[in-house]
T-cell receptor
Framework: NAGVTQTPKFQVLKTGQSMTLQCAQD?????MSWYRQDPGMGLRLIHYSVGAGITDQGEVPNGYNVSRSTTEDFPLRLLSAAPSQTSVYFC???????????FGQGTRLTVV | AQSVTQLGSHVSVSEGALVLLRCNYSSSVPPYLFWYVQYPNQGLQLLLKYTTGATLVKGINGFEAEFKKSETSFHLTKPSAHMSDAAEYFC?????????????FGSGTRLSIRP
């Protein structure tokens, strides 16, 4: 029972590089989200999706792109990494009609 | 608009003492309320949730929380702290009318346990 799986767990990027954070869930949940966690700021929503082919912006979307081609996968793309994007990133999924979200183990990203 | 305020970014208690982590929320519609726990270098794990019905909610590891609508509070308690309770705790709120709505998190409270 894998739940929500994020890869990689750790990543170091140079400023200006691009990369994709992967997120996959095996619970057939409709709703998926990406959050970033920074000290003293809780979790802030970056982008979310209510189903395959449908995405929308959260509180802090700038510098990030997402797509949702399948129910299972919700990758997060950094097009040109900046030091301000140094953070811990969490992917979460939630079933339609459900209350709580289920979280992955996180990706710790450092941009130098 | 919804928001969550957690009072105290760091709480320290002695082992065996009462744990009380405070959470107040604002919501214009009936909310779902959650407490999540995060152990070092791990993801968030649901501790307990309030959806409807009984206002006193019991969760894992001996924690419980009470939904008080009049006070717009959802404080987390545990009668006797254990060393293994040291972690960061997040209160969160979401409207009940749509699970597609985003979950709003508080800024977190780090719980330390003194031997």
């Amino acid at each position: 029972n894998a739940g929500v799986t994020q890869t990689p767990k750790f990543q170091v990027l140079k400023t200006g590089q691009s990369m994709t954070l992967q997120c996959a869930q095996d619970m057939n949940h409709e709703y998926m989200s990406w959050y970033r966690q920074d000290p003293g700021m809780g979790l802030r929503l970056i982008h979310y999706s209510v189903g395959a082919g449908i995405t929308d912006q959260g509180e802090v979307p700038n510098g990030y792109n997402v797509s949702r081609s399948t129910t299972e996968d919700f990758p997060l793309r950094l097009l040109s990494a900046a030091p301000s994007q140094t953070s811990v990133y969490f992917c979460a999924s939630r079933r339609e009609g459900g209350a709580e979200a289920f979280f992955g183990q996180g990706t710790r990203l450092t941009v130098v | 608009a919804q928001s969550v305020t957690q009072l105290g970014s760091h709480v320290s208690v002695s082992e065996g003492a009462l744990v009380l982590l405070r959470c107040n929320y604002s919501s214009s519609v009936p909310p779902y309320l959650f407490w999540y726990v995060q152990y070092p270098n791990q993801g968030l794990q649901l501790l307990l949730k309030y959806t409807t019905g009984a206002t006193l909610v019991k969760g894992i590891n001996g924690f419980e929380a009470e939904f008080k609508k009049s006070e717009t509070s959802f404080h987390l308690t545990k009668p006797s702290a254990h060393m293994s309770d040291a972690a960061e705790y997040f209160c969160a709120v979401s409207p009940t009318y749509s699970s597609a709505s985003k979950i709003i998190f508080g800024s977190g409270t780090r719980l330390s346990i003194r031997p």
